[in-house]
């Protein structure tokens, strides 16, 4: 091979070289030539073994999530243990995740160290992935993380858990005085999962949370209003069914297309230390911050004509 083919590409990654003519004089010429050419590649950023940058860091990961039983993965929660910081999946699964600067630690050097990144749908496994912080960056190509900064495979969740609402009749008029009844389906997918049901009173459903589509307002129905019980439910591979009803009279919905979403809390593997607390605040409660709480659901759609 020719010295000149060897050190062209050191010389097309955009470093500027000062060799001047091609004519050598002499062994302390050559010599000389030896050393501009090593200061020349140790200052350039590119490898000369291939296109692929030097390993790098910057405040952003991203990635894409999948569900394995083919479900949208929207609203897939994304957490970073040791930051306490989170992100959601948009409606195809990606997810950005950005780290808090070095003056949010309260020290000018950061945060470093191999960390979690955990992905958690509340009826789903849990699943996480490794990555690298140095001074508060991810440090690209290393852990989980590829050269570009994403996760290098997307991420699978397997379902343990299926939620279905049906809401009869799923049409009614504004004006309407005959109740209206929630029945949702419960079904383990791998083993059994235990599901608490708070203010249960006789086995109903304690409550449901009507959301409206275009407004994202929420409306909330008790089937006993001020119940302190609970039921828990231990659910197989043979459906359960719980359900409850309510109607427009006390409280009148708007005309408009509604999604009925049952209040129930799973027990689920044991999450990892702040992941909850990372949350919106009481997110468990009965409120309208219960919707942050992340689920893959089925059904639920509801209109008011």
Request: aromatic share 10%; with cysteine; hydrophobic share 40%.
């Amino acid at each position: 091979m020719k010295i000149v083919a060897l050190f062209q590409p050191f010389f097309s990654t955009g470093c500027r070289n000062n060799f001047g003519g091609t004519k050598i004089m002499g062994k302390k010429a050559r010599l000389l030539f030896s050393i501009a050419v090593i200061v020349t590649l140790f200052s350039c950023t590119k490898t000369p073994f291939g296109d692929e940058d030097i390993s790098a860091g910057a405040g952003q990961v991203s990635g894409v999530v999948q569900l394995y039983d083919g479900s949208s993965a929207e609203n897939v929660y994304v957490w970073l243990e040791g930051f306490a910081i989170g992100s959601y999946t948009d409606s195809n699964g990606f997810f950005t995740l950005t780290l808090p600067p070095k003056s949010s630690h309260g020290t000018s050097s950061g945060v470093s160290g191999t960390f979690k990144l955990y992905f958690y749908l509340a009826n789903y496994l849990l699943k996480s992935a490794q990555v690298v912080v140095q001074e508060n960056e991810f440090v690209y190509s290393k852990g989980d993380i590829n050269k570009d900064g994403k996760i290098y495979e997307p991420i699978v969740l397997r379902r343990f858990l299926r939620i279905q609402t049906e809401v009869s009749p799923a049409s009614v008029k504004a004006n309407n005085t005959n109740p209206i009844a929630v029945e949702v389906t419960l079904t383990a997918t791998i083993d059994s999962a235990t599901v608490v049901i708070p203010k249960s009173v006789g086995g109903m459903l304690g409550a449901v949370l009507i959301k409206k589509i275009d407004t994202s307002e929420v409306q909330i129905y008790q089937s006993a209003a001020g119940a302190i019980t609970q039921e828990v439910i231990l659910v197989g591979l043979v459906s359960k069914k719980v359900g409850m009803g309510f109607d427009l009279m006390q409280k009148p919905l708007a005309t408009g297309k509604y999604k009925v979403i049952p209040y129930l809390f799973i027990a689920h593997e044991k999450l990892p230390a702040g992941l909850m607390d990372s949350l919106l605040p009481e997110v468990e409660t009965l409120n309208s911050n219960y919707l942050k709480l992340p689920f893959n659901r089925e059904g639920g759609d509801f209109e008011v004509r």
